[in-house]
């Protein structure tokens, strides 16, 4: 018997990758967290004044999730008050360069969208 070892295989909760990665990066606050992330390490409150308009409870559970999918680290120093910190991990670097593709096609095409639904709201209203 070999006694090499071998991962057991993962049972996928979503078994399409697409669908499941736009389902975690794809929400309001991930990417805006992860592109404040990829300049520097930032402590939560540092990361509430970069980002905004989100609530302390919608950043935290954010912060989780990209946690829970390997995206950023959490570490925390045992201080008094305790320090806490978030970085992005490897995983989270390899994403920059198709996020900050994502955001520049954004960018880019915004006005285009934003004048196509004006459009399409003013044939809606002329049908009525």
């Not at 829970?68 to 920059?96: H, K, Q």
């Amino acid at each position: 018997m070999s006694s090499s070892h071998t991962e057991d295989p993962i049972e996928l909760e979503q078994p399409c990758p697409i669908r499941d990665v736009l389902d975690r990066i794809g929400d309001q606050w991930s990417l805006l967290i992860l592109e404040a992330l990829a300049l520097r390490t930032l402590r939560f409150n540092e990361l509430h004044r970069e980002i905004g308009d989100v609530s302390r409870q919608v950043l935290s559970r954010t912060l989780k999730r990209l946690e829970n999918d390997g995206y950023i680290s959490r570490t925390v120093y045992a201080e008094v008050p305790p320090r806490v910190e978030y970085a992005l991990t490897g995983l989270g670097r390899s994403f920059l360069e198709p996020m900050q593709k994502l955001i520049q096609w954004a960018e880019d095409n915004h006005e285009a969208i934003c004048r196509s639904r004006k459009q399409r709201q003013a044939l809606r209203e002329q049908v009525q």
